[in-house]
């Protein structure tokens, strides 16, 4: 027995039927692919975003750093810190003058956002007489790099250890757990306060 052909004449469905019937098919496949297919895109393009952004945001705040920083190295930087007015010492004040000017550096320091590892050598260059004698002693058996090693906290502690003796700190706590106001102002028993305060733990 021979195949009988169908043709779309034959089956009664016209070429132009099937060609719309193929049609609206692949457009329903291709509807029913596109959400998934666009959440992935957006999921995709979404991470590689926020990595981009992460990458230039760390660049950004990299290059304000540096564009804030004074280019030509250390001696832009000492000019810097020398115009935040710092302090001089020269080892005659007193305990409460030595703390002082520990913070007033420390206050320096803050303000120009300085790298800790130049701390201690722009420090170093407002002692004066007395205090300028002392650095010299104590670290007169120090090489060049165990002196630049020597760290802000180092080198306040030492500080200290020469400037505030333990002595004198402990007279001033008793001040300061003794004082009462007398004849003195207000303002010049609050700074009394203040400037003994500093010296008691709690």
């Not at 027995?1 to 692949?26: A, C, F, K, N, W």
């Not at 000492?78 to 002082?100: C, V």
């Not at 007279?171 to 010049?188: C, H, N």
Request: with cysteine; aromatic share 10%; glycine share 4%.
């Amino acid at each position: 027995m021979v195949g009988t052909r169908h043709t779309p004449e034959s089956s009664g469905v016209s070429d132009e039927e099937i060609r719309r019937l193929i049609h609206e098919e692949v457009a329903a496949a291709i509807r029913a692919e596109i959400p998934e297919m666009f959440g992935d895109i957006k999921t995709t393009l979404i991470e590689t975003f926020d990595e981009r952004y992460a990458t230039l945001t760390e660049a950004a705040a990299a290059a304000a750093t540096v564009a804030a920083r004074p280019q030509g190295g250390d001696s832009l930087l000492f000019r810097e810190f020398s115009n935040t007015k710092s302090p001089k010492f020269d080892g005659t004040q007193d305990l409460i003058a030595a703390m002082r000017w520990i913070s007033d550096i420390d206050g320096c320091f803050y303000t120009c956002s300085f790298p800790e590892h130049l701390r201690v050598r722009f420090a170093l260059n407002q002692l004066r007489l007395g205090a300028k004698d002392w650095w010299k002693f104590v670290t007169a058996n120090f090489t060049l790099v165990e002196i630049s090693e020597v760290t802000w906290e180092r080198f306040t502690a030492m500080f200290r250890e020469e400037y505030v003796p333990p002595v004198e700190r402990e007279r001033l706590i008793q001040e300061f757990l003794t004082l009462k106001q007398g004849t003195d102002s207000v303002a010049v028993i609050t700074r009394k306060f203040h400037e003994r305060a500093m010296f008691c733990p709690e």
